[in-house]
């Protein structure tokens, strides 16, 4: 790593990130998806960018503009949100802020579905997505510092230990989203790790990215 006087503290890292949802289709027109608008894990791609490190930025289906001087891998659905992020290995650490689609349609339709002759409602099975974030966390190339996300809406912290340990992450960005986190401006987290708990004030989702991608530089520093 670059330890010149004027560097940055990221300076010479490479930073994974993921945002935004994914589009799992039904049909060639019909997609399932969720609120997630981005804000959160661009803002967390450019803070890191900031300071210094060179961003990868897998990102699911969004309005966000590219954040300057991130490289921008655009996706639609959670298979391809892990291909992607294991295409972009190696990185010295990984921010999965994506909200992934947990199931997809067991089989999309290759023609536009039309409605039954009897007005019923068509059968619609779902099979669960990969988990990208367990994944990169038990890869044989997995970065020295991987963070994941917890959207909840009850039990934040709870919940978010049992992730922490079920994933295999080193910490948890639990993040209450029973008001309107999701698609908002602002963000109401805790970080969660093995080391405890911490809560952060109610924050613009930019300070968010910011004081993460501080810790960050601490972590790997
Ligand atoms: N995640 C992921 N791949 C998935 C689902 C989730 O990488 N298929 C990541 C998210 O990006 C986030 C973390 O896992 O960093 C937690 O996501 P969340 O939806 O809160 O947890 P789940 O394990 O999916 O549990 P649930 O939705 O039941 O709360
Ligand atoms: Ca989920």
């Known amino acids: 790593r670059n330890t010149e006087p004027g560097t940055l503290p990221l300076t010479g890292r490479h930073m994974l990130v993921t945002s935004g949802p994914t589009h799992e289709p039904l ?9 997630s608008s981005g804000k959160q894990g661009h803002a967390i791609a450019a803070a890191l960018a900031a300071l210094g490190a060179r961003v990868t930025l897998v990102s699911g289906p969004v309005t966000q503009p590219d954040p300057a001087g991130v490289t921008v891998v ?11 992020c294991e295409a972009a290995l190696p990185a010295d650490a990984a921010v999965f ?21 009897d007005d019923a409602a068509p059968p619609m099975a779902l099979v669960p997505n990969p988990d990208i974030l367990a994944t990169l966390s038990r890869h ?23 992730k922490l340990a079920r ?4 910490w948890i960005v639990a993040n209450d989203v029973s008001g309107d986190a999701m698609g908002g401006a602002e963000n109401t987290v805790h970080l969660v790790t093995a080391a405890g708990v911490e809560d952060w004030p109610r924050l ?4 968010v990215a910011a004081r993460l991608a501080d810790r960050v530089a601490e972590a790997l520093a």
């Not at 613009?204 to 300070?207: I, T």
Request: proline share 10%; hydrophobic share 45%.
């Open 140 to 162: 044989p190339q997995r970065p020295r510092l991987v963070i994941g996300f917890a959207a909840e809406t009850e039990r934040v912290i709870e919940h978010a230990r049992a």
């Open 204 to 207: 613009p989702k930019a300070e």
């Open 27 to 35: 049909d060639p027109v019909r997609y399932l998806a969720n609120r």
């Open 97 to 117: 802020a994506a909200a992934v689609a947990d199931w997809r349609p067991a089989a999309p339709a290759t023609q536009k579905m039309k409605k039954p002759a």
């Open 167 to 170: 994933k295999g992450c080193d």
């Open 74 to 84: 655009r996706v639609e659905t959670a298979r391809e949100m892990l291909a992607a």
